[in-house]
């Protein structure tokens, strides 16, 4: 534990941690924030957070490779500057423009998560990547613990307006952390061999069926996620608890969302290793698939409040072991030197789930509440499906390259 905090490993997990809460604080409070204020309908509303992650469907690939040719610690500052800026311009909103403009900066620079999920694979011995991008997500899963109860605590106080602001304050500290605690990691000679290698069409990289199958349970992934999660607490209003006041709905909600994070948190940062070394990346993919269909299979063919909460912990385990192993398994298919921009094009196809999978879900409720947990099931069971093609590639072997030192 000591030799983590004494790593480069930290600054990173604390920059993720840190610009996660500052991301869940916004989360109860925008909607609310966007209707009162400024009096935009439902659809407006969604309209906004669409519009985020098509805009970070656009900007990650573009961020990912510039990180390969100049380096991860500037593109990590810049793209912190952006989610700063958009906090800014949210909090001195005076009209809806405002609001547009502050998700399309954000979402355009929203590469922090990919990017440091590069910067950990450059430090990170091959045999240790899916332990390492597991430590992002870790970090990622408690900021969303402890972030949106913060927010919605912030906004009930002392008004929304405030609660952006603490925002942006989060986002400084990360700046911070990032010009004073984190050494570039991708040395000069790699960043010279992105620039000279020669340049290949997204299409090039992802023909190779291994990146592909990736790339694709990742959008199956989110798609399955959204498509529930969008809906979830409707779900439980209408099915589980239907004669439960919205209040009790709620907080029961909240306390089952808690619990599933300390679990996705406690088998993302303790149990991946061990799973790793004993069978392997693909198959961790494999498993983790398996235990997320399980998982929504219970949610949707005994929709009571146990099942449920059973349920999403078991999904959450999945999830924990599957995504990092997936997002190891992209490295070691990948070029060294287009690896920041294959992790990029990963989020992007993550980022295109984030705006089909709420649609989806809406589309199916309105049908027939009791159907998301079955439609994400299906989805997450042609996911695994897909997951059954992969193949443990060759890992190179040798330590985790030097850090390449702060640039002057």
Known sequence: MTSFFRSAKFPIFLIVFVDVIGLGITIPVLPVYAEGYFKLSGLQIAGLTSMFFAAQFIGAPILGRLSDRVGRRPVLIASQLGTLTGAILTAVARSPIYLVVARLVDGLTGGNISVAQAYLTDITPPADRAKSVGLVIAAFGL??????????????????????????????????????????????EKRTSAIKAPEKSTRDIISNPQIARILVIGLLGQIAVFAFNSVFILWVDKVVLPGWSIDRVQRATGVVFIFVGIVTVITQGGVIGPVVRKIGEAKGVIVGGFLRVLGNGIMAFFPRIYPA??????????????????????????????????IGINQ???????????????????????????????????????????????????PAPAMAGRPA
């Open 309 to 342: 909460a059973a349920g999403s912990a078991i999904a959450g385990i999945g999830g924990g072991i599957a995504q990092p192993c997936a997002s190891a398994l992209l490295t070691f298919h990948a070029p060294d030197v287009a690896r920041g921009r294959i």
């Open 348 to 398: 992007s196809a993550m980022s295109l789930g984030n705006i089909i999978g709420p649609l989806l879900g809406g589309f199916v409720y309105d049908l027939d509440p009791s159907w998301p947990p079955m439609v994400s099931m299906g989805v997450l069971f042609l996911m695994w499906l897909v997951a059954l093609g992969l193949t443990q590639p060759e890992k190179p072997t040798g």
């Open 143 to 188: 900021g969303f613990i402890i972030g949106p109860a913060f927010g919605a605590f912030m906004s009930a106080s002392f008004g929304p307006r405030i609660t952006f602001g603490c925002a942006a304050f989060a986002s400084v500290c990360t700046i911070l952390l990032s010009i004073f605690l984190l050494e570039e990691s991708l040395p000069e």
